[in-house]
């Protein structure tokens, strides 16, 4: 402590004795640059809290608090697949504006978009079937009493790769200063989400219901964002659409081989026989889904680059062998 204080002491001392003078000078229109952009990027976070959370309202005021603890588990586990991309976005995130701040081009930063999101678009496909289907088992093993929340998570986990994989388009979006599109679309899904889960409720319809709102509350979110997104991104109208089946066409065999794997494989509720079952499951839902990943994105940039750096990969290790 008395460190510190004769450590103050100095700097007071010479800051005195060296006459420094610090003078204030305001820019006005530099001030309403900064709110023109910070403000709308902080409204962006308030209104990703609401979010994220006005299903849980819904839940808590028709439903009560043990829905709200079914309903907590699986989203849960959606926020943790939402980790991986936005690390990534965080990351990309200051590249990106030095690409746009350069030229003031919103096509210089693609090669920061599409790749690493086609890269986790089949990442993501991958974690979100191991979640559906390795999740539960976790469950029936651990956590007997969360039994119900089962079936969210299977609604819930779709939604969320749509709305993990938007960090990318959203941070893309405000790197070229388009932040306000992010709020015209949160408040567009928000307001879906509470109309249609009010009316679910009032129909009398329980938790399942609401999940398949919310999901589908984050698929639009999702969508959007990406569309709006790439649309800058590609010259012309006709490029996108082939884009989006690139990672479309994958998600749709994700969902039907988990909506089908229950008619193949009947349930069991010895442990060694779950874990079998577990695997099985997946091996018939990663199966298909890694055929089409491959022959949607065999001749990828993105794709062609990972195949190299496996190749490089195990030469190294056998010239070290």
């Keep these: 402590m008395c460190f510190i204080n004769l450590f103050y002491s100095i700097l007071i001392f010479w800051f005195v004795k060296g006459h420094y003078r610090f003078p204030i000078k305001i820019k006005i229109e530099s001030i309403r640059k900064a709110l023109a952009f910070g403000v709308p990027v902080f409204v962006i976070g308030i209104l990703d809290s609401v979010f994220v959370s006005v299903d849980r309202w819904l839940i808590v005021t028709s439903l009560g608090e043990e829905s709200v603890g079914y309903y907590a588990l699986g989203l849960m ?171 479309l066409v994958p998600f749709v065999v994700m969902v039907m081989a988990i909506g089908s794997v229950d008619l193949i494989v009947s349930d069991e509720v010895e442990a060694f026989a779950l874990v079998l079952m577990t695997l099985e499951r997946l091996i018939f839902v990663l199966s298909p889904l890694g055929i089409v990943l491959w022959l949607m994105n065999r001749k990828s940039e993105a794709f062609l680059v990972g195949l190299d750096e496996l190749k490089n990969w195990i030469r190294a290790r056998q010239k070290a062998a």
């Design 77 to 247: 586990v959606g926020n943790l697949l939402g980790l991986v991309p936005g690390s990534v976005a965080s990351v990309l995130y200051p590249n990106m504006l030095a690409r746009f701040g350069s030229g003031k081009d919103v096509r210089a930063g693609r090669n920061l978009l599409v790749g690493p999101f086609m890269v986790l678009s089949a990442f993501m496909l991958i974690l979100v079937s191991v979640a559906v289907l390795g999740v539960p088992l976790i469950i029936q093993l651990f956590l007997a009493k969360y039994i119900p929340s089962i079936p969210i998570i299977r609604i819930l986990a779709p939604g969320m790769f749509f709305w993990a994989l938007s960090n990318l388009p959203s941070t893309y979006l405000v790197s070229i200063n388009k932040q306000n599109w992010i709020m015209v679309v949160q408040i567009a899904v928000m307001i879906f989400v509470v109309v249609v889960g009010s009316f679910v409720l009032w129909r009398g319809n329980g938790i399942l219901e609401i999940a398949l709102v919310t999901s589908s509350g984050y698929a639009i979110y999702g969508l959007c964002l990406t569309v709006l997104t790439f649309r800058l991104i590609f010259k012309r109208s006709i490029d996108l659409f082939p884009f989006l089946l690139r990672f």
